[in-house]
């Protein structure tokens, strides 16, 4: 299954992904002149703020509207897939990435095409999704989807690896893991809420339905997660768990 994006939505929606980027953009350290690629730069906000350090920042991303969105604002950005990067041998000082690479759909080749980008020494930082991220969100769309009978489209198309499973994929592909950890972050949507967040992050899913059935999915899982992730006061907090690490080639 394919996820599409909507620049506005995700605008709307998901501003949070590039505002709680602190810590990995701590983790990363960007130096002025440094060559970076941004792997996932999406709308291009984040790999902004980047190249205002002084840094020299590329993006990718494999939608084509999202690709433009980031240019829009600058940046030098191209329309690619992570596992085959439009990008010479020994491009870049570091590989950075922020809530991109559990879309990734081969892992293994995702990780071979940085190694392959990265200067000798060169580092991958990056922060993703990890085990348990939006579990409560990803079991009450499965028991929607299965009641209307699309049990199928309830298997999404992200990852969230452990700790072990992702070290052990970066050693066997060249990497020296010097930092990696797993990271509990309940995270406050605005005020567009579940409604918005679902129609931004599961939009590949919701696409694959009829249309007619669409808002009564998106309807009846946010009332079955109301209960567990909507305060008293209408406050809602999607349950991210992040893993973020530093790998040097």
């Not at 002149?33 to 792997?39: H, P, R, T, V």
């Not at 730069?41 to 969105?69: K, W």
């Not at 969230?160 to 060249?174: D, F, I, K, M, N």
């Amino acid at each position: 299954m394919t996820q599409t994006w909507n620049a506005q939505d995700y605008r709307m929606n998901a501003s949070f992904v590039h505002q709680l980027a602190g810590g990995v953009l701590e983790w990363l350290a960007a130096k002025p002149a440094e060559s970076i690629l941004d792997l996932g730069c999406g709308d291009g906000q984040l790999t902004h703020r980047l190249a205002a350090g002084g840094a020299q920042l590329a993006g990718v991303d494999a939608s084509e509207e999202m690709v433009l969105a980031a240019r829009s604002r600058g940046i030098d950005a191209r329309h690619g897939k992570a596992e085959r990067l439009p990008y010479p041998d020994g491009t870049f000082e570091a590989v950075f990435s922020n809530a991109s690479l559990h879309w990734v759909h081969d892992q293994d080749a995702m990780m071979a095409e940085v190694h392959r980008v990265l200067k000798p020494g060169g580092r991958f930082v990056a922060e993703m999704g990890g085990h348990g991220n939006v579990a409560a969100i990803r079991v009450a769309m499965r028991a929607v989807l299965a009641h209307h009978g699309f049990p199928d489209l309830a298997d999404d198309a992200n990852y969230y690896p452990t700790l072990e499973a992702y070290t052990r994929r970066l050693v066997g592909h060249g990497f020296q893991v010097e930092r990696i950890g797993l990271i509990p972050r309940p995270t406050l949507l605005p005020e567009s809420g579940m409604e918005g967040w679902l129609g931004t992050f599961r939009r590949g899913v919701l696409d694959a339905l009829p249309a007619a059935l669409r808002a009564t999915v998106i309807a009846e899982t946010t009332a079955l997660l109301a209960p567990v992730l909507r305060n008293e006061d209408g406050q809602w907090t999607a349950d991210y768990v992040r893993l973020r690490f530093i790998a040097r080639r």
